[in-house]
């Protein structure tokens, strides 16, 4: 399968821990990256590879995987990190890259 | 730090050639690690790859959009386009370049455009 499935919603306390899921068969073979999207604005890549995060994004933001299923951890969530939440990995057959459903994340 | 800026008609008719330009700034596409790459996004829905062109103009396309697309490089003007043909309202996306990386497991897309819609009227 090509597809990345994500849960629709998700909402988080300020100050909890929230963690958004990726599943697809491609994750087997290749890492997820992840990316912040908020309204009427570009998406911005929050974390990659195993875990790594560009400059400038903070460190409550780490990335893991297992087996078919990638996650995305925000560890004390801020009211900043209310947004849309993208996974992305090459798929299965190697010919394309594809995104996942999104994942609306609400901090309460 | 990598910047992009898409350009482009906001209005295509139906069936004729979506053309979009990316100018990137601070950074030399000449030369560059990074493949450049344009992705899509339809309204209210998630977002698609279209392809990637790197600057020996290699180019790598969505099956999906394959036989529609076509991606350029300008080295000298740092700029990089999109042409895609015979659009629809199907077509009707905000469409954003991005640098993209690669290394065989690992994939991203590190720097994006600000995003410019498309419409396609009928």
């Known amino acids: 399968s090509s597809e990345l499935t994500q849960d629709p919603a998700v909402s988080v306390a300020l100050g909890q821990t929230v963690t958004i899921t990726c599943q697809g068969d491609s994750l087997r073979s290749y890492y997820a990256s992840w990316y912040q999207q908020k309204p009427g604005q570009a998406p911005v890549l929050v974390v990659y590879?195993?875990?790594s995060r560009p400059s400038g994004i903070p460190g409550r933001f780490s990335g893991s995987t297992s087996k078919n299923k990638a996650s995305l951890t925000i560890t004390g969530a801020q009211a900043e990190d209310e947004a849309d939440y993208f996974c992305?990995?090459?798929?299965?057959?190697?010919?394309?890259?594809?995104f996942g459903t999104g994942t609306k994340v609400t901090v309460l | 730090q990598v910047q992009l800026r898409e350009s482009g008609p906001g209005l295509v008719k139906a069936s004729q050639t979506l053309s979009l330009t990316c100018t990137v700034s601070d950074y030399s596409i000449s030369g560059s690690d990074y493949y450049w790459s344009w992705i899509r996004q339809l309204p209210g829905k998630g977002l698609e790859w279209i392809g990637y062109i790197d600057d020996s103009e290699t180019t790598y396309y969505n099956p999906s959009l394959k036989s529609r697309v076509s991606l350029s490089i300008e080295s000298s003007k740092n700029q990089f386009s999109l042409n895609l043909r015979s659009v629809t309202a199907a077509d009707t996306a905000v469409y954003y370049c991005?640098?993209?990386?690669?290394?065989?497991?690992?994939?991203?897309?590190?720097?994006w455009g600000q995003g410019t819609l498309v419409t396609v009227s009928s």
């Open positions: 992305n990995s090459r798929d299965s057959s190697g010919d394309s890259y594809v």
């Open positions: 590879g195993k875990n």
């Open positions: 991005a640098t993209f990386l690669g290394d065989g497991y690992n994939y991203y897309f590190e720097h």
